[in-house]
Structure formats: C-alpha cells, structure tokens
C-alpha cells in the first residue's frame, strides 16, 4: 500500500540523508578526525598502545589522533 504518508516519509529521509552528506563534506578531515579523537577520549578514555591493525589507513589515522590526548579527562574531552 502506498499511502502519501509513506511517501512523504521517504521524501523526508532523502532530504535527511543528503543534509547529513553535505555536512559531514563541510567538515575538513583533519577536523573529524579531532571531533572523533575527543568523542573517543570522553567515552572510552586512553586509546590503546597500539592500534588495532595496520590494514585500515583511516582506522589508523583515528588512532594516531585519539592517542594524542593520552592522559586527557573525560570531562576536559568532552568541554572541548
């Protein structure tokens, strides 16, 4: 069944899709890796001596930058 509420639904989730798209192609890399780093250091505290596998350059890159705020509170992760 096709109502024009479920139409207009998926209409919405198009729309969200693609302002989320956009915003995150805003956003320079090296800024997301930041916000991750500190996402990261807030929720879960230090990162691991060594990152998980060297197959995966972003992963790498995540934790090259999460490893920087070694030591950082949560608190002082998450007011920055």
């Given at each position: ?18 302002y989320v798209i ?46 920087r705020y070694r ?10």
């Open positions: 069944d096709r109502s024009p509420s479920r139409g207009l639904g998926d209409v919405y989730k198009r729309q969200a899709a693609n956009a915003r995150k192609a805003a956003i320079p890399m090296t800024q997301r890796l930041v916000l991750y780093a500190l996402y990261k250091q807030a929720i879960d505290g230090d990162a691991p001596e060594t990152a998980e596998s060297w197959a995966h350059i972003i992963e790498l890159a995540k934790h090259a930058v999460w490893s030591g950082m509170s949560s608190s002082e992760a998450r007011r920055r």
